[in-house]
């Protein structure tokens, strides 16, 4: 890991913070990306917070990056799809020329076990047609179909949101499974996985854990013993091996980490 420089976007909290850290700890460079707390303040959910990060990271590293960790996500549901699907696109895209003289470059995308969870089509086709003024347009009749929205109750404001968020990381498992075998990315040398974490205890999930009904509901559907909740730095250690000289041969591939909930709910439908 010496002599390698990463960066993490997402990186003031949670999933993030606890990838920076690791990173770190082990000798390599990391440049910490954030809406605050970071080396590189970016908002990625604007086409100016995302060219903000790429100046930013171009900047502080000379031209040159060997690993990308797309961590930033979630946020408020009027920003889910801005944020969770372009957002983490742009990131991956805007940062992909950084990596081309790096003798092992990598990149991993945190999507999550939402992503399995019923999409809507026409959102979905607008997001990997890149037309982001037609997913959001898209969003907003979506919730309306729920409730106006300046009517709707706290439990229909998440039911939107999760939602949302699920179409967003659904579309960015199929983007990224569609760009790693592509000329730009495996033509280049360049590994590009994703990967799915369950229910891991960060700022991001107090809604789950902060309710005591909630926390226990979500804490039947995880049937590995001693996998709930999860911690960030659990999560870290399994991107960083993403991220690492050692993984030079896997690709393409859409990795749970969510104490077998996954697996649970769709068995041999996808392996």
């Given at each position: 890991?010496?002599?390698r420089?990463?960066?993490?976007?997402?990186a003031?909290?949670?999933?993030g913070?606890?990838?920076?850290q690791?990173l770190r700890?082990?000798?390599?460079?990391v440049?910490?990306c954030?809406?605050?707390d970071?080396?590189?303040?970016?908002?990625?959910?604007?086409?100016?917070?995302?060219?903000?990060?790429?100046?930013?990271?171009?900047?502080?590293?000379?031209g040159?990056?060997?690993?990308?960790?797309?961590?930033?996500?979630?946020?408020?549901?009027?920003?889910?799809?801005?944020?969770?699907?372009f957002?983490?696109?742009?990131?991956?895209?805007?940062?992909?020329p950084?990596?081309?003289?790096?003798?092992a470059?990598?990149?991993?995308?945190?999507?999550?076990?939402?992503?399995?969870?019923?999409?809507?089509?026409?959102?979905?086709?607008?997001?990997?047609?890149?037309?982001?003024?037609?997913?959001?347009?898209?969003?907003?009749?979506?919730?309306?179909?729920?409730a106006?929205?300046?009517?709707?109750?706290?439990?229909q404001?998440?039911?939107v949101?999760?939602?949302?968020?699920g179409?967003a990381?659904?579309?960015?498992?199929c983007?990224?499974?569609?760009?790693?075998?592509?000329?730009?990315?495996?033509?280049?040398?360049i590994?590009?996985?994703?990967?799915?974490?369950?229910?891991?205890?960060?700022?991001?999930?107090?809604?789950?854990?902060?309710?005591?009904?909630t926390?226990?509901?979500?804490?039947?559907?995880?049937?590995?013993?001693?996998?709930?909740?999860?911690r960030?730095?659990q999560?870290?250690a399994?991107?960083?091996?993403?991220?690492?000289?050692?993984?030079?041969?896997?690709t393409?591939q859409?990795?749970?980490?969510?104490g077998?909930?996954?697996?649970?709910?769709?068995?041999?439908?996808s392996?």
């Open positions: 890991m010496m002599d420089t990463y960066v993490v976007t997402g003031a909290s949670g999933i913070a606890a990838t920076a690791w700890e082990r000798g390599g460079r440049i910490r954030d809406l605050r970071a080396d590189v303040i970016a908002d990625l959910a604007t086409s100016e917070g995302r060219k903000a990060l790429v100046d930013g990271v171009t900047r502080l590293s000379g040159k990056i060997d690993a990308i960790a797309a961590v930033a996500g979630g946020g408020p549901p009027q920003t889910s799809l801005q944020l969770n699907f957002g983490t696109v742009a990131t991956l895209e805007g940062l992909h950084l990596l081309k003289s790096s003798a470059p990598r990149a991993v995308a945190v999507s999550s076990i939402a992503s399995f969870s019923p999409v809507d089509e026409g959102l979905v086709d607008a997001m990997l047609r890149m037309d982001e003024k037609a997913a959001i347009d898209g969003a907003w009749k979506y919730a309306a179909n729920i106006p929205i300046d009517k709707m109750t706290p439990a404001g998440m039911q949101g999760l939602a949302l968020y179409n990381k659904y579309s960015l498992n983007w990224c499974r569609r760009a790693a075998g592509s000329a730009d990315w495996a033509g280049a040398g590994t590009l996985n994703v990967i799915a974490p369950g229910f891991i205890d960060t700022p991001g999930a107090a809604y789950i854990f902060s309710n005591p009904e926390k226990a509901a979500m804490g039947q559907m995880v049937p590995l013993r001693g996998a709930y909740p999860g960030p730095e999560m870290a399994i991107i960083a091996w993403f991220l690492s000289e050692e993984n030079s041969l896997m393409g859409i990795l749970f980490v969510d077998g909930v996954e697996c649970t709910q769709r068995g041999e439908r392996w």
